[in-house]
């Protein structure tokens, strides 16, 4: 609990952390919360239908085929937080292994991984992921996998920068000296090292991802509907917007709010790190 102090004294942190695990909270307990069955329209109940947020019934109101606004939301919540978040853990593991192995290794397995790495970052992100959904089709897995292979390129980068400086570093020759195995360097010497960094990047990155597969489902290349996404809800009511702008408001506040969190919660986090450095 200790450790944690520095970080709870940090505004910052405290109100993204909120945010964030607040949004985690609903995504985990969507079939609890949701008043109402997310794909089913609840005409006559929602009259009339693109009926306006109603306090005693549709607290978001509905949509053009009276489904729940709300209920759309809180689920839509797991689209967008467990596979934002499982893509992005899985590019970091990607990225991880072997940002660490280029970074300490050196010789041709880091030329050979950097240049595959750079050849993929040459393209722009959007069209990558675009590229990638139109070809392996658009599912749960498939935006787990484009978005993999888009983000883990970066995340070797950064961490192999970070391997190469910390493999620099007194300790590491220490270890060496006495014989330890490469792969207990990597795993206890240096990728501890390398973790203040990296946990702001991956708040950064998780907010970035979610704000992708949001986008992936505005351009009709998200999860099939029925199902509840954030950005197939803001395609689905653009068309209507302005009579109706409930449609698209709510759900628009929804992913921002979440990236909002990530944001803070990253920038609090590097401020705390900051200190530390500075203190050491």
Known sequence: MT?????????????????????????????????????ISLQPLAKPMTAGPDGALFVMGTDMLGRDILSRVIWGARTVVI???????????????????????????????SFAANVVLSFPVLVLYIVIIVVIGASPINIVIAVT??????????????TIDVASRDFVAAAVTQGERTWRILLFDILPNTT????????????????????????????????????????????????????????????????????LLADGLREVNDAKERQA
């Open 196 to 263: 203040g960094p990296l946990a702001v990047d991956f708040c950064l990155r998780l907010g970035y991802t979610a704000i992708t597969i949001g986008t992936l489902g505005f351009l009709g290349l998200g999860l099939p509907p029925p199902t509840p996404d954030w950005g197939g809800m803001v395609n689905e009511g653009r068309a209507m917007a302005i009579a109706f702008p409930h449609l698209v408001i709510f759900p628009c506040i929804a992913i921002s709010s979440l990236t909002l969190g990530l944001s």
């Open 83 to 113: 596979y934002a978040t499982l893509a992005t853990v899985t590019a970091y593991l990607f990225g991880m292994v072997l940002g660490l192995i280029a970074g300490y290794t050196g010789g041709r397995t880091d030329a050979v991984l």
């Open 3 to 39: 450790a944690l102090l520095p970080y709870l004294k940090k505004p910052l942190v405290v109100i993204g952390g909120v945010l964030a695990i607040g949004w985690l909270l609903v995504a985990l307990l969507a079939p609890f919360l949701a008043p109402y069955d997310p794909l």
């Open 149 to 162: 292979f888009s983000s883990a390129p970066a995340i070797f980068r950064i961490v192999r920068g970070l």
